[in-house]
């Protein structure tokens, strides 16, 4: 097992008809920004119920925070935070939200000149000592931001992550019920995100972190076990509670402390986003097969792993193994209603020359866990996706 | 699944040679008491390495920390703390010295009278708004006092709980290598604390916690596959590394987050202790599979599960399934060198009517998940498990 520290101070209010508590969570005399995406939490009721529960506190709005947030959106909402004197930022929604929150943060207490610098260089990050607090209400179980402190930001720098302890959230609302209104399909995408979040701290190679694999095959069993159920179900409670308490798990820090991390599978599917629009989780869904086929033998021993405690597979030679597992894998997302193939968006061969030159100009050319796929490692996954 | 609150803000430390990381971990200006217990941490030389790494600080120590730590020998550091002015407690031990210095650091922020009240009286505890800040040097893995917010004290009162969110260690320095001089017995008893831990979360009923059954199932599938390994080789790294981790996991409120919790076997193990002086861990090895007897119906289904999971029993009926997987727990700690009948500790009989009594004064009369567990059937387990 490698060294690792853990740390992870957010407080988890899980469960039915928690939002009350938020009168209690935020302090009482705080200036309160609500931020959220769309107007599904304005449609459902939920932007009214966060509203009710912060009682007389002096509370702003900003909406319109998109999926893969843009620098320049956020700066907005940096604005009012400067000119209210905001002090406490409750994000209201999924992933984007809470990441765009998270940026908002830390730009309304960075004292350079253009905040953007912070997404390309880590040391302004690190000077700044006090960021505005930040809670969250959770509607979109996929990204675990409820219970870490990294965002992913979109600028004209690229599609980057940002990390800064000062960003746990302090609590994070996480009330399944809140998620039984979302499109199937955004279901689907966040039972993906979550299964390969889990996958790219565990299929790398053995390194006696022995929990941290039994954990890792109990997200990925349970995925297995209720993620068709609670797409065609939305409201069987238990099944979309245990899919939103994974998703919590899956980038908690929890799996991947001691262990090796991959990240390949994410950082070429944030330039299939950037270049072709294609939503996060499918990007995830038509690469991970992909990368086992081509990766196959720097992860021999945890596919065979992978086979047989995540998927039962005892019978055969590894090689059997590990195929059965790759195409168990893509039939699972297949299920989940999402394609598996570059091809199923449009995407041709001819375009992949343009995704490696991506990968280049933003220095992804030593990616996995063992740092060896190289941009021609890239390119050849990228065709065998196709 | 249950709804639940989950808060943890300790940082882990963990790995090999983190020691001299202390100086960075305690306030540079801090006036530190170390606590201890018997003399091991001074004979091995973990206590001069933590000495050396909190350089210039002005530093107090406190030994003599026992085994179920007292009252009143806790009462002793507190006033080492009012008297010197110490701002930061760093206990160096297994979970004796740092559940009784989580006690020290409450009981030196008590302004009552008698601060033995704090064991007996919830609300005096929840009063205390601020308490010393801790830190713990672990050496020994079993009770998960390095990531959780609880004690166990004996004072005149008996051996009872307390819990506050303002004892959670700040940070905990996990060094697998500092336990490698233990005593296998020691090892064995914490790799019996830790099977325990566990099973009081999981071996209840049903309730959809898919994920916290499986991890509470990973932390059991390691310690039966490195128990017997590191008491044989305690140098093994990597076998003393996930147990130390598993102990961690085992009792940091994640795998009991939204599921029923049982601790009829640590209640009872308690008065065993109390009346006999049979080690803690020992208790909990001769209580359990009886319990698992007595209670076979209210945990049917659990009982099935960890028996096909766990030990991987497919064959037979359920009965048998039962059958064989209180056989094969009672063979796993007897294979640490844990006897597992109360006999084989010299306690006959007509003891069992003294510590029924026991369990009556102090109010254990509804034990369990489900409160069924009356004074008539801990009389039937202890009988059970002679």
Redesign the interface.
Known sequence: ????????????????E?MGELDKLVPEDAKVLITYGGGSVKKFGTLQKVRESLGNRTVFEFGGIEPNPRYETLMKAVEIVKSEGVDFLLAVGGGSVMDGTKFISLASSYRGDDAQELLIDRRKVMKISKAVSIGTVVTLPATGSEMNSGAVITSSYGKLPIFSPLVFPKFSILDPTLTFTLPKAQVANGIVDTFIHTVEQYVTYPA????Q???A???L??LI??GKKTIEDPEDY?AR??LV??AT?GLNG?IG??VPQDWTTHMIGHELTAMFGIDHGKTLALLQPAIWEVRRENKREKLVQYAQRVWDIKEGDDDFKIDSAIEKTRGFFESLGIKTRLSDYGVTEEKIENVVKALESHGMTALSETNDVTLDVSREILKMAL
Chains 1, 2 share one sequence.
């Open positions: 097992m490698f060294n690792f520290d853990f740390y992870n101070p957010t407080q988890i209010v899980f469960g039915k928690r006696e972190g022995r929990l694999d039994r954990m095959e109990g997200i069993q349970t076990e209720i238990d509670a245990n308490w994974c798990m929890l402390s001691g």
